[in-house]
């Protein structure tokens, strides 16, 4: 193999900890080592980072796999779950794709200890023993007089034969890097330029619990090491790890991969986002009707830059224009509003017949219809039975209006009541007398009920009429809309009517009459 890093084969990684839900920040990183792979022809490794034991579980790792999965950022090695496995929540057990298994740090503590021993036997990692309140100590006292606080190194010279003894009667301790003293540590950020630091800032920090017990700057160097990976691009907030790495990197013998580090994900406050001021989880954001190529297309904004004015990208078309010298080094904005007119875009971008099934199991889920058989739904306050191609009709009504999918329940849920339930106020348009508005309905009756052929244009052209009579459309579209809606705002009375059908737009207009009677 080449060690020339230009002629490397490019291989990214994305190591999530499965502690909890997978952040929106999770994902960008995903998916910027994802673009960054397809664009050069590489490979994109899914590495799962659950060395913390008590937070680590197995359903949210399940979770995160599956929500890259829908996402369509598809790992070229790592662990994949089988169908059976994402049915059966009860054993986690995964296979693995890829000849660097195994890609969980739980199962890779035979690696990590090979080589905390090769580190140890060499002099360059050492055995503390120091206490806590030790420790504790020696910060407060450097901090009082401005220095860093890092380890002093107590325990640094501590001979082997010492260190020994102190093993066998079972004393506490963790293992520590013997950190070279006065190096400049520097690396050429493919984001940030040249960063630089100080080793006199690190200390000898700590790299295992013990030899079982491994930690993120030790594995993490190890694995990328062992995994072959070439460049690696993840959140600024490891920006202060990289000078640890890069330390144990040398001192192993490995080869330095490329650094790029990505801004910060800011809410429209412009802070880090957090769980307190809005949503930060994937599934969120799946749950409440978010397309994947939506969110994919948004989250690929947050900090890169094409360099035009274009806003809407496949999958395809940002892995052929991406590029890192196109992301900012500013933190990037979470823009919501950006966020429900791009889902919008993609959701008018489907066929009726796919945003209708999309829409199908919130409309399941707030109880309007049940499934009876293929395609054939039941309405299940009226009871009446409906064929999907009456559900499209509904949806059709709303598709250029509806940002996420969730709106659909609160846009439709008249086509699937029995009764509406509206203040007789509501009916009134402008200032519109009892009489005025009482009127208008039954002019409105009286026109329906003449039609034979009751289309959307049909109803349209009777009406007119009828309000070029009256001098203004609103007096009499307005009451004929909210009877059959009982709301503010909705799609086109016309087209409303035609999808409730003739008898149900009479009785609705009928029932409007007796509200203004009080009856």
């Known amino acids: 193999m080449t060690t020339k890093k230009e002629e490397k084969r490019i291989r990214t990684r994305f190591a999530p900890s499965p502690t909890g839900p997978l952040h929106i920040g999770s994902v960008r990183t995903a998916l910027f080592n994802y673009l960054f792979a397809r664009k050069n022809r590489g490979d994109f490794l899914l590495r799962i980072e659950d060395t913390d034991k008590e937070r680590s579980k197995k359903e949210w790792e ?4 599956e929500s890259l999965e829908w996402f369509g950022l598809n790992w070229d090695e790592g662990p994949i779950l089988s169908d059976q496995q994402k049915i059966d929540f009860g054993n986690h057990l995964v296979n693995y794709l890829g000849s660097h298994a195994p890609y969980r740090q739980s199962e890779r503590t ?3 200890k090979k080589y905390l021993q090769q580190l140890i036997d060499a002099g360059q990692a050492y055995f503390c023993f120091c206490t806590k309140e030790e420790l504790d100590a020696q910060k407060q006292y450097l901090m009082s007089i401005g220095e860093p606080p890092v380890y002093q190194g107590k325990c640094r010279d501590l001979s082997k034969g010492k260190a020994e003894e102190y093993l066998r009667e079972g004393k506490k301790c963790v293992i520590r890097f013997k950190t070279p003293e006065n190096l400049k540590i520097s690396f050429n950020d493919l984001i940030r330029g040249k960063i630089e630091f100080d080793s006199s800032v690190l200390g000898d920090f700590v790299i295992a619990k013990d030899l079982e017990n491994p930690l993120y700057n030790f594995t993490c160097i190890v694995d990328d090491a062992e995994m072959e990976i070439s460049h690696v691009i993840r959140g600024e907030e490891h920006v202060s790890n990289t000078p640890k790495q890069i330390v144990l990197i040398r001192a192993l013998g490995f080869e330095e991969p490329a650094y790029a580090h990505l801004p910060l994900i800011l809410n429209a406050q412009k802070k880090k986002m957090s769980k307190r001021e809005g949503k930060t989880s994937v599934t969120e954001y799946i749950e ?3 397309l994947a190529e939506a969110l994919v297309n948004f989250i690929a904004l947050l900090g890169w830059n094409p360099g035009t004015e274009r806003e809407i990208f496949s999958i395809d078309e940002l892995i052929a224009d991406f590029s890192l010298n196109k992301i900012q080094k500013a933190g990037a904005v979470f823009n919501l509003e950006k966020l429900n007119w791009l889902n919008g ?9 796919d945003l209708t099934s999309a829409c199908l199991p919130y409309l399941e889920k707030a109880g309007f219809v049940e499934n009876v058989s293929l395609d054939l739904y039941r309405i299940k306050e009226t009871k009446e039975e409906v064929f999907i191609d009456w559900l499209e009709k509904v949806v059709f009504l709303y598709q250029e209006r509806i940002k ?12 699937f009541k029995k009764e509406l339930d509206y203040p007789k106020e509501l009916l009134a348009w402008k200032q519109m007398s009892d009489k005025e508005i009482s ?8 026109i329906i009920s003449d039609l034979d052929d009751f289309k959307a244009d049909n109803i349209q052209e009777a009406l007119f009429k009828e309000a070029e009579k009256i001098g203004d459309r609103g007096s009499l579209l307005w009451p004929l809309r909210v009877s059959l809606t009982g709301k503010k705002s909705s799609a086109g009375p016309m087209e409303i009517a035609e999808t409730l059908g003739k008898e149900k737009t ?12 009080n009856e």
């Not at 399940?62 to 796999?65: A, F, G």
């Not at 875009?345 to 017949?353: C, D, P, T």
């Not at 996420?404 to 086509?415: A, H, M, Q, R």
């Not at 009127?439 to 009286?446: F, G, I, K, T, V």
């Open 62 to 65: 399940v979770q995160l796999m």
């Open 110 to 112: 035979y690696i990590y």
């Open 288 to 290: 409440e009707g978010y």
């Open 345 to 353: 875009v993609y959701l008018r971008k489907k066929s009726l017949k």
């Open 404 to 415: 996420k999918l969730t709106e659909i329940t609160e846009l439709v849920d008249y086509f």
């Open 439 to 446: 009127d208008s309905l039954n002019a409105s009756l009286r």
């Open 506 to 517: 009479m009785e609705r207009i009928k029932k409007a009459i007796r509200i203004m009677k």
